[in-house]
């Protein structure tokens, strides 16, 4: 089993849309959440990040973690075309390397 | 805003040849990182340097993959012998320090391997 599993997509909505992306892993050393966005030809920029389980939000943005079943999600309120993106998801455990363990990536449509 | 900028955006090269991929950091960060991935695939961590020296590397940086900071501004990743199958997207990411989750890594916009 893979350690970190992202269903690539694409995922196609229209405007206005709520939008849930979601990864599920095996490692349950896993502490730190993160959740990336990725325009094409350009560099993954950090989104938000949590830590343990729970929910945190930011704007439009919520990120949701399940320790309990390996399962975290992130949903976009109101999307915009704007958002139009690869969503990556990636998550290290506490203490230790830092070093990020990526999804392969959502890539998500928002039409007008 | 500062930015981490990487050149050149394309490199095409012949099976067997050594291939230099240049970034330049932003400027005030002290961590620096190089990322692969494979089209379709998952990006996957390379190496973490600091201090002049390698922090953290993975099982993908082997003897023919090596890191440098020739000057005060370019960090650089040299493969010695290309393979069919380094043929990737190269990020350079910088950080300010590396203390943990909270130190947001920046990534440049990549450099495209085509190995021929």
């Known amino acids: 089993q893979k350690e970190v599993e992202q269903d690539p997509g694409p995922l196609s909505v229209p405007e206005g849309a709520i939008v849930s992306l979601n990864c599920t892993y095996s490692n349950s050393a896993f502490q730190y959440f993160m959740w990336y966005r990725q325009y094409s030809r350009k560099g993954p920029e950090l989104l938000m990040y949590t830590y343990s389980s729970g929910n945190k939000e930011d704007g439009r943005f919520t990120a949701q973690v399940d320790k309990s079943s390996k399962y975290i999600s992130l949903f976009i309120r109101d999307s915009q075309p704007s958002d139009s993106a690869t969503y990556l998801c990636?998550?290290?455990?506490?203490?230790?390397?830092?070093?990020?363990?990526f999804g392969r990536g959502t890539s998500l449509i928002v039409h007008p | 805003e500062p930015e981490v900028t990487q050149t050149p955006s394309h490199q095409v090269t012949q099976m067997g040849q050594e291939v230099i991929l240049r970034c330049v950091p932003i400027s005030n960060h002290l961590y620096f990182y190089w990322y692969r991935q494979i089209l379709g695939q998952k990006v996957e961590f390379l190496v973490s340097f600091y201090n002049n020296e390698i922090s953290e590397k993975s099982e993908i940086f082997d003897d023919q993959f090596s890191v440098e900071r020739p000057d005060g501004s370019n960090f650089t990743l040299k493969i010695r012998s290309t393979k069919l199958e380094d043929s990737a997207m190269y990020f350079c990411?910088?950080?300010?320090?590396?203390?943990?989750?909270?130190?947001?890594?920046?990534f440049g916009p990549g450099t495209r391997l085509t190995v021929l």
């Open positions: 990636a998550m290290t455990p506490s203490g230790g390397s830092y070093i990020p363990t």
């Open positions: 990411a910088s950080s300010v320090v590396s203390g943990g989750i909270t130190d947001t890594q920046y």
